[in-house]
């Protein structure tokens, strides 16, 4: 594993990258996660974890052991009965569809 110099910049931490870990730009996208920094291109940020889908075997996760679904038919029901009582009607009578149409024009 490489290292890098770490120094004083005011009340800022600085990182002194080698050659090899040279990032495009000037600024980047930072994040913690424990004790780990993590720098990440501001753009093409994604570029790496693409890549890094690449370092998986062909047979990971082939013998998952996935555990059963739960049977969620009460809080299914539950979801319908909510949505069908609070759906609002279409607008039927010519002065609803006036009201829609001006706030369509108004981006409403």
């Known amino acids: 594993m490489d290292t890098a110099?770490?120094?004083?910049?005011g009340s800022d931490q600085a990182v002194q990258l080698p050659q090899a870990y040279r990032m495009?730009?000037?600024?980047?996208?930072?994040?913690?996660?424990?004790?780990?920094?993590i720098l990440l291109p501001l753009k093409?940020?994604?570029?790496?974890?693409f890549e890094s889908?690449?370092?998986?075997?062909?047979d990971?996760?082939?013998?998952?052991?996935?555990?059963?679904?739960?049977?969620?038919?009460e809080l299914s029901r539950q979801i319908t009965c909510f949505?069908?009582?609070?759906?609002?009607?279409?607008a039927t009578n010519d002065k609803a569809k006036k009201n829609t149409e001006a706030e369509e024009t108004l981006g409403g």
Do not use: C, Y
């Open 83 to 90: 949505s069908i009582k609070h759906v609002k009607p279409l």
């Open 44 to 49: 093409k940020k994604w570029g790496s974890l």
């Open 24 to 37: 495009e730009g000037g600024e980047v996208n930072i994040t913690k996660v424990g004790d780990a920094v």
């Open 53 to 58: 889908l690449e370092e998986f075997s062909d």
């Open 5 to 9: 110099k770490l120094f004083d910049i």
């Open 60 to 73: 990971f996760m082939a013998e998952r052991v996935q555990p059963r679904l739960e049977n969620r038919s």
